[in-house]
């Protein structure tokens, strides 16, 4: 039997030992006494090699040489060799959750690492152990600026992530909040009307930082103005960017959450992924997720823990800062040794790679016939353009021309179904760029 | 060891990987007010500064394929390396999530769906249930997501008044966790003599304001509950619904389908009983399986066969609770869990459950003559016993603990559940091997014999580890959570 290392023999020692003749008096002293379940439909076992063949038939039939152009949250960034290499020792990967610390300094070593860099890149003095995704790290610091300032509003761009959006809705259904959405502007995440919708209700602020179009915005004022009317500020990010922008810590942001995907994770259709969440001082104490800190033994040696756990639901229960039990460890372990493999240098060779390739793309699409500039003033390496046609029908043919050639933005802004959100990484060589042109405008 | 962190290592210039060179104008639509004054503070360190680093790091965890690590209720079964050579496969790891929403995208992800459309059908074959959400990124998230759906059920069913969450005491904290994010208040539910539900105390809580019971089944002493079919008949009874916690579920593998016993809803951690790495903390992935009566509420996209054999997802379901993950599930996590089920079949998956549950009695019946237990009866997979002996000389469960890590066992799991006095619960899994469990037995027996002869001893331990006991109060008054 795969995995199972015990034999017949073994089995017959164990069985006596503890008094039971086969299984079935087995199950019958431990009071298992329902029914078994037919499990008629599940197939025999395979042999490694016909599993692996199985799944290499599978692997074969998604996409191969894709040129992405999408992006949208999720980016397709070169991974150096070295970090599966650490993430593939099994010894970071087959261990639990670090609750034995001494027998555990290698993970919990690099979590302090890891948040760590989260502050030195963020510009926050706080950051926790991780949390799942971008998304629930939104969901996360929403529920944060609820708890600390115990206001039930909530105000969010629409120039927010809509699939971070639309999981903000799905979990505040049963709980009493009020969520408002206020719409963008052109690329911009219209401020004034932000800052209109926030009163003495208010609990916080949404924004991105880029902002979901691509645009980069001024939020150091804006933040003032929030924080005037004591509301808190939270900024949804992405940490390649942070490489060549003003850190949002020294905007004003009291919270900070990113989808870290792009620090090293490979794009895994859907998971797993890392939810980066960075606070203030003033919410450490409040902040949901595991977090480890520096401390010393018995012997005077530094070491460090898990700490802060009575946040935590093993201890609060129906009190804790969040159901989160987990974080996204070995994500967060990928993040770091990513940004410790570029390093400071690297990582600002990366963004800038990315943004004058991203700068480039546009320059050449806009040359084509019949398409126009959306915003564009100030972009990072993703920007919209508009098509004189259906963008979704464009993106189609260019698909099977073997272009992702960007997120047609009518799938969630309905009166933008000639837009598309483009996105350039250090990845897409000057040809695939100038062959995306191309194909562009043969497509059109 | 000289303990440097990687911000301690390096020197100016030097760097750890290459990229292309700048091939396009180095021109960028960064306005230079909007810049960063100066760089963020990364390490610069070479290649081989960062392998020798982490490497030498990660000598210093245990880990299932170091060491027994017999964490109760966790399941650190064996982590089969198919699993991981599969997940490394590019046509999986290269694929972007939104493709599907592009027009022809779906074509181009058919694979990648059939694999999450497939663990499905074996997840719900395997438990007895209609259909299932891969969505939930952890365990404490798909009892989230299912406790969602109870809510969504009864409020479709204009049903305000059904609040109240039914919990037993024995449960981990993340169910009444769980039931407040979701708008509930709870209602703890005893354990009785024999350590199951008392059902005396259950008929005094259930009422028109009962919503449902989130019941972990088997329990979390380790103990199956054979009133588990009268227990969801009386919440059904009372129109409440049935959620089990499916964190045991390695306990009766191939033996027990949860879905037939009457429960409407169930979690699985496919990082436990479906032996998808820990990875020191996830990502794991907590599907959620549900009777025909949640159907409706499952989360979207939803993955469908088409009658021609594809692969779609479907987008429009009405009475969905919508998107509580922002795609499909931590796919990387199901492909392993996959390859798993492929790999056990049906007569593997019926082989897990039994040697599970005999490796934790042979545990019991060797160990239980050196220590206390709250209830003297046949487990599950996994056994919980008491050190109150001990404790009562002055040597507790978390030194019986550490004492362990200095002979090379990761120690079981401390103080859980909360109703039994300085447990250690030990839960072996199916895949160790009669000798480990041996030598484990001989590891203990001595650490106890010692507890009686020189506590002094075992309180001193562990003595051979990187680091000796850490000063966890110091850590919490004066948090230094980050070197910047």
């Not at chain 1, 922008?245 to 942001?253: W, Y």
């Not at chain 2, 599969?86 to 599907?100: K, Q």
């Amino acid at each position: 039997m795969p995995y199972i290392a015990n034999t017949d023999a073994d089995r017959q020692v164990l069985l006596e030992t503890i008094g039971c003749r086969d299984f079935a008096e087995m199950w019958q002293r431990s009071q298992v006494v329902v029914p078994e379940p037919p499990l008629a439909n599940i197939p025999s076992g395979m042999s490694e090699f016909e599993v692996l063949s199985k799944l290499r038939r599978l692997a074969a039939k998604n996409a191969a040489d894709l040129h992405i152009f999408l992006g949208a949250g999720y980016y397709d960034h070169i991974i150096p060799a070295a970090v599966g290499e650490i993430t593939g020792r099994s010894e970071f990967y087959t261990a639990y959750t670090p609750y034995q610390p001494e027998a555990s300094q290698g993970t919990l070593q690099a979590i302090y690492e890891y948040q760590s860099m989260i502050c030195r890149l963020t510009g926050m003095p706080v950051a926790n152990a991780s949390l799942y995704d971008g998304g629930t790290a939104l969901f996360e610091a929403m529920m944060l600026a609820i708890r600390a300032t115990r206001r039930r509003q909530v105000v969010v761009s629409e120039a927010v992530s809509p699939i971070f959006r639309t999981m903000l809705h799905t979990y505040s259904r049963n709980l009493n909040i009020d969520l408002i959405q206020i719409p963008a502007g052109t690329a911009d995440s219209n401020q004034r009307q932000l800052l209109n919708a926030v009163s003495d209700r208010t609990a916080g602020v949404i924004v991105q930082y880029p902002n979901f179009f691509g645009t980069i915005e001024d939020w150091e004022d804006f933040n003032a103005q929030v924080h005037a009317k004591k509301a808190l500020t939270v900024g949804s990010t992405y940490p390649v960017a942070l490489a060549l922008l003003t850190p949002p810590g020294e905007l004003g942001f009291d919270i900070v959450t990113a989808e870290g995907q792009s620090l090293g994770s490979h794009l895994n259709f859907g998971g797993p992924y890392l939810g980066v969440m960075a606070v203030t001082e003033t919410l450490m104490r409040k902040m949901p997720g595991r977090v480890c800190g520096r401390t010393a033994d018995a012997a005077g040696k530094p070491g460090f823990v898990l700490t802060l756990q009575t946040r935590e639901q093993h201890i609060r229960r129906e009190n804790a800062m969040s159901n989160i039990c987990s974080n996204e460890n070995l994500c967060a372990l990928t993040a770091l040794v990513y940004l410790a493999c570029v390093g400071k240098q690297g990582l600002v060779q990366v963004a800038e790679l990315c943004a004058a390739k991203a700068a480039y793309a546009r320059e050449l699409l806009l040359a084509i016939d019949g398409v126009e500039a959306v915003g564009g003033e100030a972009f990072f390496n993703e920007f919209v353009i508009k098509l004189p046609g259906d963008a979704a029908e464009a993106v189609g043919k260019m698909i099977d021309k073997g272009f992702a050639a960007g997120f047609p933005l009518g799938i969630y802004y309905p009166d933008r179904k000639d837009q598309l959100l483009v996105a350039v990484t250090e990845k897409r060589t000057k040809e695939e760029i100038k062959a995306l042109a191309t194909a562009l405008e043969a497509v059109l | 060891m000289n303990m440097k962190l990687i911000f301690d290592r390096g020197q100016t210039g030097r760097r750890g990987s290459s990229l292309p060179a700048m091939d396009v104008p180095a021109k960028t639509a960064v306005p230079e007010r909007f810049c960063r004054k100066t760089p963020a503070e990364l390490p610069e360190v070479s290649e081989q500064d960062v392998i020798r680093h982490y490497t030498l790091l990660s000598r210093k965890n245990m880990g299932v394929d170091t060491n027994f690590y017999p964490l109760g209720s966790c399941t650190m079964k064996y982590n089969p390396k198919l699993n991981e050579r599969a997940a490394e496969l590019p046509g999986f790891t290269d694929l972007h999530p939104l493709l599907p929403q592009l027009r022809l995208g779906g074509a181009l992800t058919q694979g990648a769906l059939e694999v999450i459309y497939e663990t499905q059908r074996l997840l719900c074959e395997l438990l007895g249930f209609a259909d299932c959400t891969m969505q939930p990124l952890a365990g404490a998230h798909g009892e989230l997501t299912g406790v969602m759906l109870i809510a969504a059920y009864h409020k479709a069913r204009g049903d305000q008044a059904r609040k109240v969450m039914l919990i037993p005491d024995a449960a981990h904290g993340t169910n009444p966790a769980s039931a407040m994010v979701s708008g509930f208040t709870t209602q703890t539910i005893a354990t009785d003599a024999a350590g199951n539900v008392d059902i005396a105390d259950l008929k005094k809580h259930l009422g028109p304001d009962t919503a449902g019971l989130m019941l972990t089944c088997p329990n979390t002493l380790g103990l199956f509950d054979p009133q588990v079919e009268e227990i969801c008949r009386l919440v059904h009874a009372a129109g409440g619904l049935n959620y089990c916690d499916g964190a045991n579920q390695n306990a009766v593998m191939g033996r027990v389908g949860p879905g037939l016993l009457g429960f409407d809803v169930m979690h699985v951690n496919l990082h436990k009983s479906f032996s998808t790495p820990h990875g020191g903390g996830g990502p794991g992935a907590g599907p959620v399986m549900v009777g025909e009566c949640l159907v409706p509420y499952l989360p979207v996209s939803r993955v469908e066969k088409r009658d021609d054999g594809t692969y779609t997802l479907r987008y429009n379901c009405r009475d969905s609770i919508g998107y509580i993950a922002p795609f499909y599930g931590n796919f990387g996590i199901i492909l392993r869990a996959y390859a798993y089920m492929l790999t056990l079949g049906r007569e593997g998956l019926k082989r897990v459950g039994e040697n599970a549950v005999l490796n934790a009695n042979y545990l019991r019946v060797k160990l239980a003559p050196y220590f206390a237990q709250k209830v003297d009866r046949p487990c599950m997979h996994e056994c919980v016993l008491s050190a109150t002996p001990q404790a009562k000389k002055g040597v507790h469960a978390l030194d019986l603990a550490k004492a362990l890590i200095d002979r090379g066992f990761h120690p079981p799991t401390m103080y859980f559940p909360l109703i039994v006095p300085e447990a250690l619960m030990i839960e072996p899994t199916e895949t160790e091997s009669r000798e480990t469990l041996d030598e484990f037995i001989n590891a203990l027996i001595e650490i106890v014999k010692l507890a009686e002869t020189d506590p002094e001893a075992v309180l001193a331990c562990p003595l051979t580890t990187p680091v000796r006991r850490l000063d966890e109060t110091q850590a919490a008054r004066h948090p230094d959570l980050a070197s910047v």
